[in-house]
């Protein structure tokens, strides 16, 4: 088979799609008419993070092969690495986005662990509803971003952007935090939860084992399994289990390597040895999942 390599959303080609955009340079770009953004014919890998909220009408749209369902004052949080597909908008769908690159986003958060833990939940809940108020402060924030984008003469323009996206971005996780309701959860277990799951993500398809993990954070692996099970509510095979299941989900679905080729790729021994994991984790072989 030929391989079908992802295509990814960037600030760069948001850019080329939406040129009356407000952005800087290709790090960050505003969409204050989302719904009047071209959307794309083919399942894309994020090379970004996309925050948007749903003025009014409904959406739907796929994160690693799982549909969701959009309604006004609803938070969707795309983060980088995942692919998402299969876009539907209502007529009277409306919105506003902001699609930042992974170093625009990571130098704001850099060294504020709290914030990049939280927003590790919206990995697996990438939508969220928002009260009234604040989807208005969200609004609010959005307008300001906009305008100082916008004053290409401001002398601190850049650094006054990151600071209110930074604040927006406190106001997102707050509630995040009062959705996960993790008031008593020691501030050690969560620094240590969020280098797991940092790891698993550079590592999980080439290194499955929980030991490995546990080495490279110097704890035991009965320790960092009762953490992680402590915060998430699943254990460290599982959260590998996960990403390494999507991926071969993504890959059945959006590509046409051969599931030999998958396997290698992943670091299984062969083709028979993925196709037993596989089924034991989603039901049914690689290729019945490609057909499916």
Sequence with gaps: MTNKNFKEISVNQGKSIYPE????????????????????????????????????????????????KVKKNDVIVINKGQVVGDYMLSRDCKGIAFMGSNDFFNEII?????????????????????NTDTAQTFKYYFNLIKQKVDDKNHHFRKPLVSSLFKSMLYDLGNEIYQIQNQGKTKSRSETLFANFINLVENNFRKEKRVGW???????TPKYLSETVKAISHRTP????????????????????????????????????????????HVGMSPSEYRKS
């Design 110 to 130: 850099k060294g504020v662990q709290d914030l990049s833990s939280l927003f590790l939940f919206t990995r697996t809940h990438p939508i969220f509803t928002l």
């Design 21 to 68: 955009g407000s952005y800087i340079d290709d790090e960050l770009i505003l969409f204050d008419k989302f719904e009047d953004v071209p959307l794309l014919t083919e399942s894309r890998r994020a090379d970004c993070l996309f925050v948007a909220l749903c003025l009014d009408g409904k959406a739907q749209y796929t994160v690693d092969t799982k549909e969701y």
């Design 237 to 280: 095979n599982e959260w590998i289990d996960r990403y390494v299941t999507l991926e071969i989900r993504v890959q059945l679905k959006n590509t046409a390597k051969s599931i030999k080729q998958i396997a290698q790729e992943l670091n299984f021994p062969n083709q028979s040895f993925m196709g037993k994991y596989f089924k034991e």
């Design 213 to 219: 993990y546990a080495l490279q954070l110097n704890i």
